[in-house]
């Protein structure tokens, strides 16, 4: 998973700056222990030296233990977030299948339609735009013509269709679909 140096992901046991930091911060720990021992056993320092070496060794280990605990805490976040992200896009497939041989069958039936209203092939491509939601302007745009020409082929698509406009166009297709569930 290279994704460039600092940006490893720190729960598959790569470099990370914040590991590296508490590595760092561990290292300066051991060395000022090291370094309050030997000046102990010399009797070379003084006890303030010694006592602010103390304080900063034990801030140092302090520093790096928290660090590593929160790395531990974000390596565990990391891993529920990737499971639950598995979870919800197997979920995700699942719907898209189911909703795909849905929306083939809606998209046949709603071709059939069209050719019982016998609509050319422009009026087809209108009538799917609008559909879509599409203003007149942008179906205009999309198919490359004018605007009042977009405004005729839907004014034809509603007279073969029977219908008065754009939203019982819709309601034609959507009606059934957004029905409420009967009451029991």
């Known amino acids: 998973m290279g994704q460039g140096i600092g940006r490893e992901d720190p729960t598959e046991g790569r470099w990370h700056p914040t590991r590296a930091f508490a590595l760092a911060l561990l290292a300066v720990g051991a060395l000022l222990i090291l370094d309050l021992a030997t000046d102990r056993l010399l009797r070379s320092a003084g006890w303030g030296h010694l006592i602010v070496e103390g304080l900063a060794a034990v801030l140092a280990l302090a520093m790096s233990l928290w660090m590593f605990r929160a790395l531990q805490a974000r390596s565990q976040d990391v891993h529920r977030l990737r499971r639950d992200l598995a979870k919800v896009q197997a979920e995700a497939n699942h719907w898209r299948a189911e909703a795909a041989d849905l929306l083939r069958g809606l998209s046949e039936a709603i071709d059939q ?52 406009g754009r939203a019982e166009l819709a309601a034609f297709f959507l009606e059934d679909l957004l029905a409420p569930h009967p009451l029991h």
């Open 113 to 164: 339609q069209f050719d019982r209203w016998h609509l050319t092939d422009a009026e087809r491509e209108v009538a799917l735009l609008l559909l879509k939601g599409l203003s007149t302007r942008d179906i205009a745009a999309l198919r490359d013509t004018r605007e009042p020409t977009v405004r005729q082929q839907a004014q034809a698509i509603y007279r073969k269709a029977g219908l008065e």
